[in-house]
Structure formats: structure tokens, C-alpha cells
């Protein structure tokens, strides 16, 4: 680059006070001497008396007061909140924005223990008659109950209906695991030895004597 | 201690202590150059520019009173403002529309083109006002009328308030050597654009 052309570009900067040394001095000796310089800084000296004027013209406090109103309508977020103003709507609204709730908490506290204790002790009173059940010995669950058998899978209901027949047995529960059924007969021994000739019969057998019922 | 003589750090502190005069003094200290540097940008731009640059003003100021400590001083406060008001410029004209961005690229080379009749018809009528404010009025309007807004906006800048080549550049987000040339050419289109507003003033008048 030229160099009168390289201080040209730095005139603005001179002119600003931004131009310090030896470039400082050449600009100014140019300025002093180059009608062509004047005329360049004359056109900077007019933009800046410009601007001044434009800037004169202005009120300093234009718009303050819109900034105001702003400022009035959203203030800074570290300022304190703003009391939230009744709402008005739907009814969930106006139950959400009750503010008393914190004035009965203790009193709902009080109210929820309370309904917990008296919760727990019908409980501890009420008899657990599910437990009971679900942990009762297979006797017991049973207790008329003193044979055990499992009919052929090719069996008819006739069949099984003749074989209990002939053994003065009936059901009293079944199908259980391993679909065997529990029978109650008047002679558990006579009983067995007729399930066990019958065909419908795969298996047969005597069941362990229960507690005594109660 | 009046608030007028307190520097921008000092103001900005006591704005964020929840001093509200301190915004009022920083306002009339700084709003007016705002204005004047919105107004320049927004000019050509199809918008109403005197009423965008008292929006982005007010802006600009608001923006201060809710986060005042914004300003870390890692710059000067007339660099740092100044960005803050350009930014909020740039956005408003992008909001209104595109007409900017088809202006922004500009070639900085291209010299503008001749004024036009047209223009020199709304001048105003030199016999109502003496030499030196015909002359400054020439330069305000020759100004408005560069075709190019970055170089009006650089020789703004660089009027307002003593920037540096290198200031104005970080402003502007463009290089310095660009700038440069943006003010070099700015004031070569703007030194014509006068002659040819005196030829036509003197030949009316004359």
C-alpha cells in the first residue's frame, strides 16, 4: 500500500487523538501543507459538527419517560415480587390461590394423623382371614377330604362318575397341581381299592389324617 | 455528590443498588448519542427512524436497569453501549423486514450513484440560513442520503464520541481494515455528494 494512502486511512484515528510517534508527525506536516489533506479533514471536522448539531437538537430526557413506565411495568427480576392480584376464572384458580392454606396445615396435619392411628388399629382388630387361609396345610384347607386321586386324561365323565360310584367317594375339591382331585369316602380303604381297578384311575391314594376341626 | 459528575462504572454500581436516579443521569448523559447512532443506521431503511430510535433507546436503557452489571469495563463504556445499541438496531430492522440485509450487501467499493434532482428539490432553502449552517445542514443531509449504511454508520461512530478505527470495527463486528475503508470511502462519497449539493444550491441561487 501507498503510504500517503496508509496515513490517509489513519487521518480518522489522528483526528480522534488515536495516532501517537512518527505517524503523528508525518500526518500533521501533511495536514499543514496538503490542500488535498485539509479538505479531507474538513469533511471529518463537518461530519463531527453534524452529528454535534443533530445531537444538540435532541432532549436529553426524550423517551425518560417511557423508560419509566417500563420500568414500572416489569421490574427487575432481583426486585421483590409483586403481590399477585386476585384471580378471577375458573374456580381451581381461585382455590390455588388461596393463600390461608399455610394458617391450617397444622390442623391438617393433626387430622391426617389421626385418621392414620385409628386406620391402623381397625386394622391390628380386623380378623386376617386371607392369611389365614393362604397359610392353612392342604389338610386343613380340605379337611372332609381323605383320598387323593388323578383320573386318566382319556377319561369320560361317565367313567369318572362310575368309578367314584363304585367307591362311595365324591369330590370335594380339585383340580389341584398335577390335576389330582381330593375325594371324601365313608371307607377310605374299600374306596381305594375300587379307584385303583378302575381304568378311568391313573393313580390313587390315601390322604394324612387333619387336625380336629374346631 | 450530583449524579452528573459520577463516570458510567459509578452509575451502573448505583443501579444496581436500586438507584434510580442513577439511570435518569446515565440517560441524560448517553441517550442522546444512542439516538443519534440508531437513527443513522435505521435511515434508508424504509422505517420510520426517528421513532425505532426512541424505541431502541428506550430499549437499551431498560436493558441496563435490569442487569446493570452487564458492563464488566473490559472495554470502554461508549464501545460497549454503542454495541448494545447496534445489536438492538440490527434486530429491529430485521424484524420489520429484509430491506437491510439487501443494503448490508452493498459492495463498500461501489461508489454510490449520482443524486438525484429529486433530492436536491427537499434540500432546505439555503437563503433562510446562513453559510455555516448551509453547510452543515448539507453535510446532516448528505449523510442521511449515503447510500451505503455501514459507512454512514462508521463516520457516526467516529464523530460521536472520539472512537477509534479500532473501536468502531469492534462495533461494527468487522474487521479494521474494513472499516477504513468504509470510512474513506464514506467521506470521498460524502465530500462529492456536497459539491454537487453546493453546484446545484449555487447555481439555483447564485
Redesign the interface.
Known sequence: MDERQRLLERLPDYLNGHVAGEDARRIAALLDSDAAWQAQAAVLADVRAAVGAQMAAMDSEAGLDALHRRIAAAPRRSSAPRPTPAPHGAWWRRILAIRLMPAFAPAAMAALAGICVVQGWMLHRAPDTGVAWREAPFSVAAPAANLQVRFAAGASLADVEDALFRAHARIVAGPQGGQRYLLQADDPVGALAQLRASAAVVEAGALAAGPPPP | MSKQNLGPGELLAAMAG?D?RA??AL???W???V??FA?ARLLRCGLDADAIA?EV??DV??DL???PLRYDGRVEFASWLLTLARNKTVDQIRRHGKRQAVEETYDEDVEPAQATDTDADTAPDPLALQEHAQ??SA??RC?QRLRNPLQRES??L???E?????DIARIQGAPEGTV??R??HG?LN??QC?ERWFDQEGGRHG
Do not use: C, I, N, P
Not at chain 2, 162 to 166: N, Q
Open positions: 436500586g434510580q439511570l435518569d440517560y441524560r448523559e441517550s442522546r448519542k439516538r443519534v437513527h426512541g433507546t428506550v436503557f431498560h436497569w435490569l442487569d453547510r452543515r453535510v446532516q449523510l463516520l457516526t467516529w464523530a460521536l472520539d472512537l477509534s478505527v479500532l477504513k475503508t470510512l474513506f467521506r460524502l465530500r456536497m
